[in-house]
């Protein structure tokens, strides 16, 4: 499977990304923000965790106007698939290719540390290896991560089945951990092509890590 | 000519760092007399223009588009000649 990792200034899991993919035996090429075209083969666009620009503005708003991000945007609406991680899953947001917007954690501390995630659907191609309310552990870190949608587009998200991670204790019971509405932790689109998640399933592969519940996931995306 | 731009979160909108900001001024025995905080941001644009109505259409463009999140952002524009 050919795997494209984007780059921006900032970006900071590129490597850990592409470590976690060739892990998995994918071709991974990771591609500079000024590029223009994704590469034809391309089966999975990963834009991967850090601080695009700085985060200035907002987490994602200037790395949504770079060079590549109409191919993204085309790649996107012909169906690709698109991994968001963190960074990534803010950049899906100001880009309106997932909906709502990512506000400050609502404890204003950045969030450093392994947390429990509940599968809630798994109806889809990302998900697909995991069971419905299956509970992994995988770190976060964030200091955005505050994610918000209003009433009627939570409704349309459960309607759908668009929430694919809620933030849980190691029993599987939701808790809140940023002030998400819902404690919501990943979501995809209608479509079901683009998945975006705060949680850090790249830095969860190895157990001399401390948990190697992200290779669960990502396995699952060998068969996209 | 000069175009600033305020941008906050929208009303309804919870403001965790308002919120946080209101705790510490309760705190700090303002309790009586601060009623709520919004913290928002201010940008200050220095314009090629010497037209406020042309100014203040392409400024808003800038907000739609790049300076305010409108999923969760409220802004205002005022332009000072």
Same mark, same amino acid.
């Given at each position: ?12 899991? @590129? ?6 993919? @060739?892990?998995?035996?994918? /071709? ?117 991560? /505050? ?62 890590? *401390? ?8 396995? *699952?995306?060998?068969?996209? | 000519?000069?175009?600033?731009? /305020? ?75």
């Amino acid at each position: 499977m050919n795997v494209t990792v984007l780059q921006f200034p900032g970006t900071n899991c @590129e490597y850990d990304t592409k470590y976690a993919f @060739e892990k998995l035996a994918c /071709n991974v090429t990771i591609l500079w923000h000024k590029e223009i075209k994704l590469p034809e083969n391309t089966d999975l666009l990963v834009i991967p965790g850090g601080f695009s620009y700085g985060d200035y503005l907002r987490s994602g708003a200037i790395a949504r106007f770079a060079n590549i991000m109409d191919s993204v945007q085309e790649y996107a609406k012909n169906g690709g698939k698109v991994l968001g991680i963190c960074n990534g899953f803010q950049i899906l947001l100001e880009a309106g290719l997932l909906p709502g917007a990512m506000k400050r954690n609502a404890s204003l501390n950045f969030i450093s540390k392994y947390n429990h995630l509940k599968v809630i659907n798994n109806d889809n191609c990302f998900l697909q290896k995991l069971n419905l309310g299956e509970v992994i552990n995988i770190p976060v870190a964030h200091h955005d991560g /505050n994610y918000y949608i209003d009433n009627d587009g939570l409704k349309q998200l459960e309607e759908n089945n668009q929430i694919l991670l809620k933030y849980c204790n190691k029993d599987g019971e939701i808790e809140n951990l940023n002030g998400s509405v819902a404690q919501i932790a990943g979501i995809c689109n209608k479509e079901k092509n683009i998945f975006g998640l705060m949680p850090h399933p790249e830095r969860a592969i190895e157990n001399l890590l *401390g948990c190697d519940d992200g290779i669960k996931m990502l396995e *699952g995306f060998l068969k996209l | 000519m000069k175009a600033i731009v /305020n941008v906050a979160l929208k009303q309804g909108v919870l403001d965790d760092q308002g919120k946080a900001t209101h705790h510490a001024l309760d705190t700090l025995g303002f309790k009586e007399i601060v009623k709520d905080v919004r913290i928002g941001k201010q940008i200050i644009l220095e314009l090629n223009s010497d037209n406020e109505k042309d100014a203040k259409t392409e400024v808003k463009n800038m907000c739609e588009k790049l300076l305010a999140n409108t999923v969760i952002e409220d802004y205002s524009i005022e332009i000072i000649g």
